[in-house]
């Protein structure tokens, strides 16, 4: 699978400990659906362990409907059972239920993305349960280098 050549042929040429990979199983934008997301992403992860990557990032089926956060039937436990190194989670996580998911042994880490880019310090907010700004969708992806990406204040920055 290509993939997985592309994962050997990299950790062959820095050392797996400094690879990581980040996969959408669910993801179905541009057509990239597939039939069986939950074989194919348990298949990615048990398939993984012979490189002994230094992580497994996966992002949750709940963002296949877009901004929408809410509970589906399928989870990413079957992948983060079958990988054998760290795991990662993402998708609609807020401080509270990031903490619940390691708390509970459904990952290792959780990555933020929509709240890290509204909240450029967004651990400190965290740690002082501070206010978070809200991200603005209509400044997504725009071609300003600077609009929607490093214009959102620091925690210094708000009143
Ligand atoms: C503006 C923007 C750009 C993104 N670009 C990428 C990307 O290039 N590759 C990717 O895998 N995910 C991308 N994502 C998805 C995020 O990495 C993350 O998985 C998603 O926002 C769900 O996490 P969240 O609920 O914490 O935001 C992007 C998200 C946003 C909002």
Redesign the pocket.
Known sequence: MFALEVVEAVANEIGADRVGL?L?PYADYLDSGDSDPTALGVYMAESLNKYGILYCHM?EPR?KLAEE?FEMTESLLHMRKAFKGTFIV????DKDDGNKAVAENRTDLV???????SNPNLPKRFELNAPLTK?DRNT??LPDPVV?YTDYPFLEDTS
């Open positions: 980040r959408s992002v963002m956060s993402a998708g609609g996580y990555a933020f993305g929509r709240l890290f880019l991200h997504y992806c929607g």
